[in-house]
């Protein structure tokens, strides 16, 4: 019995956050914007490889997991093309599949300060539920073991995203565009379970402190068109452009630690996410890890480390 309530908890949600979860949550979305706005692909100048994982709700059964590997590329000067594979369990549902972004930048100045962006993204994703972890309280109950309904369902995203040098983003997206209306449980009852079109509002600001220190400020907005709202707000304090230590604010739901640095071209970070609502009491808090491998970034050099700087060529005395 616990089994199916846990199904019925992952599946349907209890709480405004975990409804809303469709796409799966990440704290450290201001180091991939592309994650959630499909208009931020191609906009740097080197080639970003990022792996992501995220280990919600620690110590909870069947508590969500969710992996990303993404990649984009600049192709020209107003051309980006990029993908994501990802894969999120909770329970016993899983959703596996990939995008495949394209941006077209406009340079609005002639000094090319201002950046406008825009994405559009295909989706193709994998809905399985996994029925031999459920344990039914009838031995090959049928009304459970037949209630779902295995699917691949295409989808488009759209996004819109405005850079100011380095130091400001503002942008817009919507993922789940043709809010595809097939039933992914196959309940006898024609409940529908369509895929809710979500909404993002991220935007971010880096202020300077002097030659040697950042503070970097960024919210992101989320929203979905059954009624959820939910909002995070996070700042983060950068030193010589290579460590960081932040914290990160999600409304009614955790407080997140986040710290990183980058080394030549890699880059990694971590946060740690305390609940903040009831489910706190139950699980150990939320674990998130990227590594960011950067492909021709020039700037990369400066962020060695003072032994890996080592580029002497020593030649014997002739003494």
Known sequence: MKHILLTIFLI???????FAQQIALNSQYLFNNMLVNPGATGTKDYIPVQLNFRKQWTNFPGSPTTQFLSCD???ADNFGIGGIIYNDVGGPSRRTGVNINAAYHLQIDAKKEHLLSFGLGVSLTQHIMDMSVLTTYLPDDPAVLNGYNNQMVPDANFGIIYTFKNNLYVGLSSYNLSQSKRDLYAFNNRL????ARNYYFTSGYKFTLGQLWNLKAATL????EAGAVQ?????IVEYKDSYWLGLSYRLNDALAVLCG???GPLKFGYSYDFSLSEIGEYSAGSHEVFIEFQIGNKN???????????NRIYTPSNE
């Open 12 to 18: 349907f949600g209890l709480t405004q956050t975990l």
């Open 73 to 75: 590329s600049k192709l």
């Open 192 to 195: 529908a379970n369509p895929l």
């Open 221 to 224: 907005i989320q929203a979905i």
């Open 231 to 235: 909002w995070d707000l996070t700042s």
């Open 261 to 263: 640095a980058q080394i």
């Open 300 to 310: 990369a050099e400066n962020n060695r480390v003072p032994w890996l700087k080592r």
